[in-house]
Nanobody, 121 residues
Framework: VQLQASGGGLVQAGGSLRLSCVSS????????MGWFRQAPGKERELVAS???????YYKDSVKGRFTISRDNAKNTVDLQMNTLKPEDTAVYYC????????????????WGQGTQVTVSS
């Protein structure tokens, strides 16, 4: 499985961006997917996750602003980010795992390359 992330960029506070991650794997439908981010000098953190069945999890600080979704026919998982804040600035990574739920990624796991999101004040 390989993941390719895209959609980052520079946006003003209050704006929106949509990140997309496409998987080359044949078992995408069942894979547990997530978006992480890492700001300079900080640890990588989970932003949102989604199971194969569509159950979602969000970090508290993004609830109501970010939406994770997946299209199993296209092997993609997207992160719609609205009302962006400067503290959302980070490199965003998608991750796939054999299975999991919430914040728990288990089994075989793979990361995509990061995509930079910069929110100016």
């Amino acid at each position: 499985v390989q993941l390719q992330a895209s959609g980052g960029g520079l946006v003003q506070a209050g704006g929106s961006l949509r990140l997309s991650c496409v998987s080359s794997g044949r078992t995408f439908n069942s894979m547990f997917m997530g978006w992480f981010r890492q700001a300079p000098g900080k640890e990588r953190e989970l932003v949102a996750s989604i199971t194969g069945g569509g159950t979602t999890y969000y970090k508290d600080s993004v609830k109501g602003r970010f939406t994770i979704s997946r299209d199993n026919a296209k092997n993609t998982v997207d992160l719609q980010m609205n009302t962006l804040k400067p503290e959302d600035t980070a490199v965003y990574y998608c991750r796939a795992a054999q299975y999991g739920a919430g914040r728990d990624f288990r089994g075989y796991s793979v990361w995509g390359q990061g995509t930079q999101v910069t929110v100016s004040s």
